[in-house]
């Protein structure tokens, strides 16, 4: 049975998944970017449930972008790019970045394991769900971000559930997460207000549904 | 003192205030734009209390497609076009209809007495705070759209609230609400599930805030 697939990011209330000008010092993205993530930085207590289920799978997929900087090939200043996250990222569990860039698997501390993927989205699909079936839990894949790999994925029809944090604000510029989708009825599974965000849960349904 | 200004929307996931394709046989857009309405159509005891405040206001203001057929002047098929609502429109409050066409005020039953505002939109709002000075209540004023009215009047920087109804839908498709706007900061002041909707109200914050 295949894994179920979630995908978790924070969306402006007009839909944007990031501000523009993602730079190494800025990985969010410039002003005002960064307001998609005060709920997380702020009230992290507040937050905590939801915080453990966007870092709760058993096996992750991202873009180029959410694991390294924007330009430039994996060497960062003469060292290679580890991710944004330290030694130990929080993800415990083998996490599939899309890229052009081959590069050998990259084990770090706490049971993350980044393994880079040159061959489209569908591969690192079908590399995630094994990635689920060998560890023999009952546990899901999160397709972590960046815009654009949820937008592909979306328009591939692979993704189950969206679980987005909303927050307060109009961003007017950056990637729109739903772009070109078309029409996509969904389901709503819950709606849970905390004081600077709404985490939403929807089920994608087909097409005509 | 001003009467604080709501505006009321059905919305998309993606941000679409209606489908596209309005006409006079359907005049909330072709489809997938009706998915919008749903809740309204299918659970309107669940939803009595947001539909009481949608209709709850001193005054409205809405733009001339929510107000009558897309195209055509005001006679339609040889007689007077007067809304979309039959005999007593449910507003009870006098309608500020923005318009290129003259026309004199139209009374309807019940309350309802549109009047046709051909000086913009700046206009449309002194006339509606005139209104609700003149009733002599604590009321409020609504835009009640469409997007382009909305929209025009969170540009000006005259809408205090979002009363926003989120149907769990990706349209696709349609006018978007936001568009334009460059960041606007908001605050949350309420989020109410139903089963087949999400009532959320923003408060509008200055630029900055």
Redesign the interface.
């Known amino acids: 049975m295949a894994a179920p697939v979630h995908a978790t990011m924070s969306l402006s ?3 944007y998944g990031a501000g523009s000008g993602q730079t190494l010092e800025s990985p969010m993205g410039d002003l ?1 970017g960064p ?1 998609l993530h005060r709920w997380m930085f702020e009230t992290p207590e507040e937050n905590a449930e939801e915080q453990a289920h966007i870092v709760g799978a058993s096996a992750y997929i991202m873009g180029r972008n959410m694991f390294g900087p924007v330009r430039g090939e994996w060497p960062v200043d003469g060292e290679p790019w580890t991710g944004w996250w330290g030694p130990e990222p929080p993800y415990h569990a083998p996490v599939f970045v899309l890229t052009h860039h081959e590069r050998e698997p990259l084990e770090m501390a706490g049971g993350t394991t980044f393994h880079f993927v040159t061959d489209g989205i569908h591969s690192a699909f079908e590399q995630a769900q094994a990635a689920v079936r060998e560890r023999g839990d009952d546990g899901r894949i999160h397709i972590a971000g960046g815009v654009s790999t949820i937008n592909q994925y979306l328009a591939a029809g692979l993704i189950d559930e969206l679980h987005l944090q909303i927050s ?6 950056g990637e ?3 772009e ?9 599974v ?2 849970t ?1 905390k ?2 965000v ?1 985490h ?1 849960v ?1 089920r994608v349904l087909k097409p005509g549904a």
Chains 1, 2 share one sequence.
């Not at 307060?168 to 510029?173: A, D, F, K, W, Y």
């Not at 070109?180 to 709503?188: F, T």
């Open positions: 209330l007009d839909g005002p307001a307060p604000v109009i961003l007017g510029h729109r997460l739903f070109g989708l078309g029409h996509i009825p969904l389901e709503q819950s709606i207000p004081s600077l709404t939403v929807y």
